[in-house]
DNA sequence: ACCGGAAATGCATTCGTATACAATCCGTTG
DNA sequence: CAACGGATTGTATACGAATGCATTTCCGGT
């Protein structure tokens, strides 16, 4: 008695059916040359043993995998959700399929992508996160594409990207918020590390600039709840205070708002605007009604899609810049109607 | 000049080292038999290629992929988000790995799971979603365990599951509803057909029966936000009002809270109590305080994981519970201190 | 010097499928 | 009827690494 389990193979269905094992395989080959009465016997004979092809095998044979390996950074963010979401969707839809790493630490997303190569993946995604150039460089020797979302790249030879508009959104916000009224401002920057910040930042400030008014108020929140907290405080606390906030992602202003009412007890756009980005969920929500900055992430991922899918080496990669709409909102309006 | 771009191999390394491709495989393999000096050999060999093993090659031999199927059901909730990401960090600790499917409709789910037999996953875990029996069956006979995490299944024979102590936790809330003084029940639940909904709602009303009381005013949310305000609008709207609501989730019970504060002008907690379950991260935003119950998704997943990695074949699948713990906050407190 | 045995190594085969190539089959046409 | 061409089908091999088995090496013991 085996108590081996084991799925049945192209060698047995093709016993069955009285063919041979290379039948099977055509049978199972879109287009390849085979009659149809063969083909038919075949599915029947699969069918019964509950046959379905080992995609392993035909990964080693085709040198490549139909998986898409992603790389997520912490903390996963509502953009990586739904990127990750219509990503899903879109390449289940073409046959691919999507091995998923979460990176904890920074170092840990160069081991992960080794890992992805072992796997001979197609492409390798990387969602928040920024992989080494050393790296990026191997992937490219060995034809594997890396794209890069929304995180243009430094050394952008190696990188594909496909990116949202930070600069504008953020420039969009600078704009609506002087024309409001508001003067001393204020900025809550994710991390200074991450391009997205820095891009948002110095999209806001330099309008501000160009417009002669002052550098703004800076802290830090990096992109968390807890740091937009002290963050917003410590702005708040200053004399005199800011009347508007910009901050680098909805999920801080969403923090700097309750700040602003539960702990300064001023009210939201009379007393001080404050700006996100993203437009996640909550920013629509009653309590909030939070100004921000939408990026088409399901076009954006189509983008990536596409690029993922159109198998073009040794084509330089390329850059995209997305554009998204300024979603003004209550929370900036000085005016209550 | 070929084109071909492909990864060196074990025998390419072997060439270069001057030894065999067993050898190489040695090397690569802990425990295996092999002198040390040999083993350094190969790694430098190795190194100056760029070569590592080709899980692909490996899987196809060892009849494991070293891959773990997740199937997530939409909506991608902050649950499933958190259990993904726990997952990943205890796999890849183990040197798995995980290929994600998002299931668009009920049907899909199926096809995911074929999809995922097909690539000979260790293991399938479906996150918020089910999966045919047939299809179960199969699993079984192929000998890839499926998990289910906070579902429950039915036909419990071919599944294992862990889930959270859904009855319990909705009894907890009934408790301390009632000891609050709240007596006219309203419940909003997730999907009739969804288990934990089910054990949610069985749950609270089942004790309130017990003790006395009419079954509580029922209205469907979907587990969604427009799904809910629908709903609270119409609990709400109801002569007598009912004076506390249980919702299944967290989200819909945001969103009945916004309805009750701003469209009925009710201060929450005095005039309506309104209690969720999951314990998301803006149930403690100021903004909302909301009373709920958190299930220990960590814990969770680490006995998910644990089921994983020892594969004891032939047991039948087990089932756990995990309890959380209640979390009473202002949103069910009648007196504000 | 010799032998035994453990350790190290190489050889050949295996996993399940795809595909180049050779071998058929079939219907058509001259 | 024979030759011909296209459509099918089978045979054999390859993909890259793991492993059973046979062989060689090495070391200690006598």
């Known amino acids: 008695m085996s108590n081996r389990i084991s799925a049945p193979s192209a060698h047995d269905v093709a016993r069955i059916a009285g063919v041979s094992q290379a039948a099977v395989s055509r049978a199972f080959t879109p287009g390849a040359s085979i009659a149809k009465a063969t083909r038919e016997k075949v599915f029947r004979a699969a069918e019964s043993l509950g046959y379905r092809p080992n995609l392993i095998a035909r990964s080693l044979i085709k040198g490549e995998s139909g998986i898409v390996g992603v790389v997520i950074g912490n903390p996963m963010s509502p953009t990586s959700m739904s990127a990750l979401d219509a990503l899903s969707a879109l390449l289940s839809a073409a046959g691919k399929h999507i091995l998923v790493f979460t990176a904890d630490g920074s170092s840990a997303v160069d081991v992960?992508?080794?890992?992805?190569?072992?796997?001979?993946?197609?492409?390798?995604?990387?969602?928040?996160?920024?992989?080494?150039?050393?790296?990026?460089?191997?992937?490219?020797?060995?034809?594997?594409?890396?794209?890069?979302f929304n995180r243009p790249p430094r050394g952008s030879k190696f990188f594909a990207s496909v990116t949202g508009d930070n600069r504008g959104g953020a420039k969009c916000t600078a704009e609506h918020l002087l024309q409001q009224g508001y003067r001393r401002f204020g900025l809550i920057a994710g991390y200074s590390e991450s391009s997205t910040s820095r891009d948002r930042e110095s999209g806001f400030t330099s309008f501000l600039v160009s417009q002669g008014l002052p550098q703004p108020e800076r802290e830090v929140g990096h992109y968390k709840r807890e740091g937009a907290l002290l963050a917003a405080r410590k702005l708040l606390?200053?004399?005199?205070?800011?009347?508007a906030l910009f901050c680098a992602n909805d999920h801080m202003a969403l923090a700097a708002i309750d700040v602003a009412r539960y702990e300064f007890g001023l009210e939201i756009g009379r007393d001080v605007g404050i700006a996100g980005f993203d437009?996640?969920?909550?920013?629509?929500?009653?309590?909030?009604?939070?100004?921000?900055?939408?990026?088409?992430?399901?076009?954006?991922?189509?983008?990536?899609?596409?690029?993922?899918?159109?198998?073009?080496?040794?084509?330089?990669?390329?850059?995209?810049?997305?554009?998204g709409h300024f979603i003004p909102r209550n929370s900036t309006r000085r005016t209550r109607k």
């Open 112 to 148: 992960h992508v080794e890992d992805l190569l072992r796997y001979r993946v197609d492409a390798v995604l990387l969602l928040t996160t920024i992989v080494s150039t050393t790296l990026a460089e191997r992937c490219q020797a060995e034809g594997v594409p890396i794209i890069s």
């Open 237 to 243: 606390a200053r004399k005199p205070r800011p009347d």
């Open 279 to 323: 437009n996640i969920d909550e920013a629509s929500w009653p309590g909030y009604e939070l100004t921000t900055y939408s990026l088409p992430v399901e076009t954006m991922i189509e983008k990536v899609v596409a690029m993922l899918l159109t198998r073009t080496p040794r084509k330089s990669p390329g850059h995209t810049t997305v554009e």
